[in-house]
Nanobody, 130 residues
Framework: QVQLVESGGGSVQAGGSLRLSCAAS????????MAWFRQTPGKEREGVAA????????YYADSVKGRFTISQGNAKMTVDLQMNRLEPEDTAMYYC???????????????????????WGQGTQVTVSS
């Protein structure tokens, strides 16, 4: 069973930056699509960014393009999310997610689809104040 552990959440003022990290353990497959989702109370969890651990391909929601960058960490099966120019609307619980296999062709919506992911972390809170 894959376990995902997030770290790096916190509070920041609008315009600031935060970096989230997600580390996977217990994985048995050689390739995963790893992603970040976020959720605020009363709203559906939405995909933010994803990365293919084999190809390094990345995928972003329109709302974060140009501000957020997902990348593979130094350790195997880790992904980081660098969040710049944060806005109060970015306030949410951020979750790491993963599924075995490829993220798919560039531009595919699959990596940011909620039900595509099999494994989930416990979440880390990000709060952006105005």
């Amino acid at each position: 069973q894959v376990q995902l552990v997030e770290s790096g959440g916190g509070s920041v003022q609008a315009g600031g930056s935060l970096r989230l990290s997600c580390a996977a353990s217990g994985y048995t497959y050689w390739r995963y699509c790893m992603a970040w989702f976020r959720q605020t109370p009363g709203k559906e969890r939405e995909g933010v960014a994803a990365a293919d651990t084999n190809t390094g391909s990345t995928y972003y929601a329109d709302s974060v393009k140009g501000r957020f960058t997902i990348s593979q960490g130094n350790a195997k099966m880790t992904v980081d999310l660098q969040m710049n120019r944060l806005e109060p609307e970015d306030t949410a619980m951020y979750y790491c997610a993963a599924y075995p296999g490829t993220c798919g062709p560039q531009g595919s919506p699959e990596p940011l689809r909620l039900n595509a992911h099999s494994f989930w972390g416990q979440g880390t809170q990000v709060t952006v104040s105005s």
